[in-house]
């Protein structure tokens, strides 16, 4: 099983919509029982709280469904994970100072995979939620693809 974890600050826009993209991504490629995906934040201001309106109306709109997702903070059970893959810098920051040097995966920014050296934009300022999905989709198609070249 590949273990793969997306990682926001609060765990309710970003993250949360990186982990049903990607899991609508797996289970159409009939990969469910290779890749496992959850999500987590580098916070614990949201524990516990919802997907973002603006999240599950995005995703509302393309089809994918967010009920049943909560926000939790990294912990660790989570340094098993083959990939901890955050969405910008400040999280790759706070996520290596969660792990130190306990955790053996990659850790890498989500638009990496499309070939891009770049963050993507926290909508929870932007109000752009579309702009944050567009990204967030060419990020999972990416990883999907690495992870069948590299993992499956
Ligand atoms: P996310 O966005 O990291 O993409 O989930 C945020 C959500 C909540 C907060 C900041 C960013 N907050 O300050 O509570």
């Keep these: 099983m590949v273990k793969v974890l997306f990682v926001c600050l609060g765990n309710i826009c970003r993250s949360p919509m990186a982990e049903a993209v990607f ?10 029982d290779k890749i496992y995906v959850d999500s987590a934040a580098t916070s614990s201001w949201e524990q516990g709280n919802p997907v973002h309106q603006g999240t599950r ?3 509302k709109e393309v089809g994918i469904r967010t009920e049943g997702m909560y926000s ?3 912990q660790d059970d989570d340094l098993s994970a083959d990939y901890i893959i955050g969405m910008d810098n400040s999280n790759i920051k706070n996520i ?11 850790v890498c920014k989500l638009l990496e995979f499309a070939g891009e050296n770049r963050e993507i934009d926290d909508p929870w300022y932007t109000g752009d ?10 990020g999972c198609q990416g990883l999907l693809a690495f992870i069948k070249a590299h993992n499956l």
């Design 23 to 32: 899991k609508d991504m797996v289970t159409r490629e009939g990969l469910s």
């Design 57 to 59: 109306q995005k995703l």
């Design 72 to 74: 939790r903070q990294l």
């Design 96 to 106: 290596h100072t969660f792990i130190q040097n306990r955790a053996s995966g990659t």
């Design 129 to 138: 939620f579309e702009k944050t999905y567009q990204d967030v989709l060419k």
